[in-house]
């Protein structure tokens, strides 16, 4: 019986002592038993789509009637084409080699000790998301694939989506064989069942929050659950003297406008002084919708720009709205970004090679491109079958985080009788 929903504490340590047992079950299922599980909730998924469809339209006209905005709704949006991009993402994460029981090193010492270092499942991890149902689907598939249980708490924004997405997949999951309990879904919108959430030392591993900053901020402030977590996704690309135009006008297009709502989306775009055609760049951005707003030098090229003032350089629009500035050369360029980037995804357009280099290797961002997109900062765009989030930080795991991420591992060492002296 679920405990009293009115008592977050209770209800959450509930949920985590069967996530714990779910674990010891997920430790031993073998690899061919995952990967049914996942083609099962993947099969779930399309069987009952119109359902989880249905259920989204309800969230969408409960955020229009809110005010969210057009990004907001973007995340939260499901189509036929989405969702069926969900559950193949799924299938794809059931056929990645499982990485529990991964021998990473091995050594025999002079001694005679064998030592392997071997991956195994972080245990039971605790998602906090907002807006976007997909996670529910990605979180449970990444974290199930790598002998996790995970515990879900979307926002009150997709809720109907999450329950409907939820089921389907511990339906899935159930039919294979594995426990109902390695995907648990918090059954209350209270806020409070965050906060106990963060509390629960021990009893969750880790804490992975996808959302806004504000939604970040709290979670890093008050875990006492260690947390892997990014902020911002203030994006730059770098258009540097010798770009090809047609390139650098079709990578910042796609990087600001394909999906504007994004942590990979493009916010600032900074401009080779040298470079011959910065009128394009920015023309080819307006007439896609986009405002621009950009510094003295820029504003002359284009009256429909507006000015950018000292806070945009450090804004995650995630709107049809980019900061442009002129810069001197490669160094202020890459000072820029260490001045007022979130070390997520930066680009550089160049055709010299060596240009490039020094970018990717002196810009300090979990994902550094070259002559490509910002919009690939995604984990399936990297082999990856789906992803967690992109962490930022430097410890444990960073860019998208998908099943080494949600790993750790032990040491196993094997004697015959040695004592040490």
């Not at 629960?200 to 929050?209: E, V």
Request: charged fraction near 20%; hydrophobic fraction near 45%; glycine fraction near 8%.
């Amino acid at each position: 019986m679920t405990a009293d929903y009115h008592i977050p504490d209770q209800l959450i340590a509930e949920m985590t002592a069967k996530a714990r047992a779910a674990v010891k079950v997920l430790a031993l299922a073998s690899d061919a038993t995952k990967t049914a599980a996942l083609k099962a909730a993947a099969a779930a998924l399309r069987q009952d789509s119109q359902g989880i469809i249905a259920a989204n339209a309800l969230d969408m006209e409960a955020g229009t009637k809110a005010g969210l905005s057009p990004a907001m709704l973007d995340r939260l949006k499901l189509d036929e084409g989405r969702l069926a991009a969900v559950a193949d993402a799924i299938d794809q994460v059931a056929v990645l080699d499982d990485p529990v029981g991964e021998v990473i090193d091995s050594r025999t010492q002079p001694n005679g000790l064998v030592m392997r270092r071997v991956r195994i499942p972080i245990g039971v991890l605790g998602i906090i998301y907002e807006s976007r149902p997909n996670v529910t689907a990605d979180a449970a598939a990444l974290g199930l694939r790598a002998g996790n249980a995970v515990i879900l708490r979307g926002g009150s924004e997709a809720v109907h989506s999450n329950r409907a997405i939820h089921k389907a997949m511990v339906s899935g999951i159930v039919e294979a064989g594995l426990p109902a309990d390695a995907v648990q879904l918090v059954p209350t919108q209270d806020r409070a069942a965050v906060g106990s959430m963060l509390r629960a030392q021990g009893a969750i591993d880790m804490i992975i929050p996808r959302g806004g900053k504000s939604l970040v901020a709290r979670v890093q402030d008050e875990a006492r659950v260690p947390v892997l977590a990014h902020l911002d996704g203030i994006n730059h690309i770098y258009v540097y003297k010798d770009a090809d135009p047609a390139m650098a006008n079709a990578i910042i297009v796609n990087a600001k406008m394909r999906r504007t709502g994004i942590c990979g989306a493009a916010e600032t775009l900074l401009i080779d002084q040298d470079y011959p055609a910065p009128a394009d760049l920015i023309a080819a951005l307006l007439e896609t919708g986009c405002e621009v707003r950009a510094d003295d030098a820029l504003m002359e090229l284009d009256p429909r720009t507006v000015s950018a003032d000292d806070a945009d350089w450090d804004t995650e629009y995630l709107d049809s709205v980019i900061s442009v500035r002129m810069v001197s050369g490669l160094d202020e360029a890459m000072d820029h970004i260490a001045r007022h980037g979130s070390h997520h995804t930066d680009a550089i357009i160049t055709n010299d090679d060596a240009v490039a280099a020094q970018f990717l290797a002196e810009v300090d961002s979990a994902i550094v491109m070259h002559n490509a997109s910002t919009q690939y900062a995604d984990g399936g765009e990297f082999g990856l079958g789906a992803e967690i989030g992109i962490a930022t930080g430097r410890l444990h795991a960073r860019g998208p985080v998908a099943l080494e991420g949600l790993t750790t591992y032990k040491w196993l060492v094997h004697g015959q009788g040695q004592i040490r002296p």
